[in-house]
């Protein structure tokens, strides 16, 4: 499922950004969210390195993680079925962060869509660009696609992309969790 390759390179990094940067749990451990230079690391591993050279800084990357922390909330409301309230919020965090379409060209790319105006600041940018990217997701025949990992001790976001549509999981290690787990009862139930 893409929606387009941008879009569906925003939604990844946004994904990606809210499960490296935000605390809870994550393949059955506490995941701490990283703070100081872990935290700096963390944003910038999130995002395409193309596109984020020298950024981000300290201050950056702070700011893009609450940003992030508000996104993972909306895909919280998403994950209990209260679509009505995501979609309140992600409209809310859409228009604090400025986002408005806007074709740009840059790097040797073809002309194609921002979703954030051209003189917005790093994190904003960045933010605004999630929020829309995620707000396609949500007004979307597929936004079950979106949601929180399904494996006991994990509450990192996934997003399936997949052709059939039956991704339950963050990661293969958390879906091999489950399945162990599921055999081990199996196994002892037999004996």
Same mark, same amino acid.
């Given at each position: 499922?893409?929606?387009?390759s941008h879009?569906?390179?925003?939604?990844?990094?946004?994904?990606?950004?809210?499960?490296? /940067?935000?605390?809870?749990?994550?393949h059955?451990? *506490?995941f701490?969210? *990283?703070a100081?230079?872990?935290?700096?690391?963390?944003?910038?591993?999130a995002?395409?390195?193309?596109r984020?050279?020298?950024?981000?800084?300290?201050?950056?990357?702070? $700011?893009?993680?609450?940003w992030?922390? #508000?996104?993972?909330?909306?895909?919280?409301?998403?994950?209990?079925?209260?679509?009505?309230?995501?979609? !309140? $919020?992600?409209?809310r965090?859409m228009?604090?962060?400025?986002?408005m379409?806007?074709? =740009?060209?840059?790097?040797?790319?073809?002309?194609?869509?921002h979703?954030?105006?051209?003189? =917005?600041?790093?994190?904003?940018?960045?933010?605004?660009?999630?929020?829309t990217?995620?707000? /396609?997701?949500?007004?979307n025949?597929? !936004?079950?696609?979106?949601?929180?990992?399904?494996?006991?001790?994990?509450? #990192? /976001?996934?997003?399936d992309?997949?052709?059939?549509?039956?991704? #339950?999981?963050?990661?293969?290690?958390?879906?091999?969790? !489950?399945?162990?787990?599921?055999?081990? =009862?199996?196994?002892?139930?037999?004996?």
């Amino acid at each position: 499922m893409e929606f387009d390759s941008h879009t569906s390179d925003v939604v990844e990094y946004a994904v990606t950004l809210i499960n490296d /940067v935000t605390p809870g749990e994550r393949h059955g451990r *506490p995941f701490p969210a *990283p703070a100081g230079d872990a935290l700096t690391t963390a944003v910038r591993n999130a995002m395409p390195r193309s596109r984020t050279p020298g950024l981000p800084t300290s201050s950056d990357a702070a $700011e893009l993680a609450e940003w992030a922390a #508000r996104l993972r909330q909306v895909v919280e409301l998403v994950d209990t079925d209260d679509l009505d309230s995501a979609c !309140v $919020e992600l409209n809310r965090i859409m228009r604090e962060a400025g986002a408005m379409p806007t074709l =740009a060209r840059h790097d040797g790319e073809p002309w194609h869509l921002h979703f954030h105006s051209a003189d =917005a600041a790093w994190a904003v940018s960045w933010a605004a660009s999630m929020a829309t990217g995620l707000a /396609v997701v949500l007004g979307n025949a597929v !936004v079950e696609r979106l949601g929180l990992c399904n494996a006991p001790a994990c509450d #990192r /976001v996934y997003v399936d992309v997949s052709r059939n549509g039956t991704r #339950r999981f963050c990661s293969t290690a958390c879906q091999n969790r !489950v399945k162990a787990a599921a055999f081990r =009862a199996r196994k002892a139930a037999e004996a």
